[in-house]
């Protein structure tokens, strides 16, 4: 049998296509979002079992200002990475490796903001295991969740600067730029739920 | 042209979810300040943060191009989210005692 005939044999097994007309690459990305999902939803469940399980649960926030700022900015970032896609596909390298790079931008802002917030509560005296306000569990729920978060978008950002300066160099496509652009938009998806449940929730008033 | 117009629609189309989901996000902030009591705020911004997250799902990432994969990631994540759920009504045991204690 020829190599051609190896081939051709290989090409026929292959016709049924990828699953769901979605290339492997992508298809690995969608895989790591359900079950990063999986990861999310299951501190944010535990979060809500120990909250609604504690009497004396802290309500530390008192302004939105921070919360709100930091998701305006997430969101915005997820158009950016749109407007970076949207001109790789058109073959604008130039403007995809801007847009990205202010996509990467606006994450690093949101974690220097995130972590600003992290410092100011950790000098009223917030730790893990304690806080002034009451049960010491909501140090530990919230560093978790949020820290998972950050720990995210980070991730998020280093990712988006290699790929970024990957693709002007020629090495990676568009396509590869938008599976990078589908892991950002889940990480501000995620954000859609840490804000309601861990901050406008425990809102003093 | 139809070639230059096509991508301009696609983004004139995440403008507007963009926005939509600004003001959905606006809309949690008015509830958190609303005098309601934790149930209802949950429910409240639960609901709003799932239409966010489908707007995003559906034209972020672009869910609504491909049923098929649309539907695979929601039947698995449904399904993860409802075995999360088999623990939750502990919870009201151990602040109330009552009902599920019995």
């Known amino acids: ?147 998972l978060h950050l720990l995210h978008v980070t991730g998020g950002v280093i990712a988006l600067i290699a790929v970024g300066i990957r693709y002007q160099r020629g090495r990676y496509s568009a396509d590869d730029l938008e599976i990078t652009g589908l892991y950002w938009h889940f990480v501000d998806l995620v954000w859609m739920f840490v804000v309601p449940l861990v901050y406008l929730m425990n809102l003093g008033h | 042209m139809t070639t230059a117009a096509k991508p301009q629609s696609g983004v004139g189309k995440y403008v507007v979810v963009y926005f939509c989901i600004l003001a959905i996000a606006g809309l949690q902030f008015v509830v958190a300040y609303s005098n309601i009591n934790s149930s209802q705020m949950l429910a409240r911004m639960l609901f709003l943060a799932i239409i966010e997250a489908a707007l995003a799902l559906l034209f972020f990432m672009h869910l609504s191009d491909n049923r098929g994969l649309l539907w695979f990631v929601v039947i698995f994540t449904v399904f993860v989210l409802l075995t999360l759920q088999y623990g939750w009504t502990d919870s009201f045991r151990l602040s109330g005692g009552v009902p599920w204690a019995r």
């Open chain 1, 1 to 147: 049998m020829s190599h051609a005939d190896t081939m051709g044999s290989h090409s026929a097994g292959m016709t049924a296509g990828p699953a769901f007309s979605v290339p492997a690459k992508k298809m690995a990305m969608w895989l790591f979002i359900i079950a990063d999902t999986a990861t999310f939803a299951a501190c944010l469940v535990a979060y809500g079992f120990i909250r609604n399980a504690t009497p004396n649960w802290p309500r530390p926030f008192h302004s939105i200002t921070n919360v709100a700022l930091m998701t305006f900015i997430l969101i915005t970032s997820s158009l950016t990475m749109l407007l970076g896609i949207e001109a790789a596909k058109s073959g604008d390298k130039a403007r995809a490796f801007r847009w990205t790079m202010i996509t990467a931008a606006g994450g690093a802002l949101f974690a220097l903001l995130h972590i600003r917030e992290w410092l100011a509560l950790i000098d009223e005296g917030m730790t893990l295991f304690k806080n002034p306000w009451g049960t010491g569990l909501f140090g530990a729920t919230f560093f978790g969740v949020t820290g």
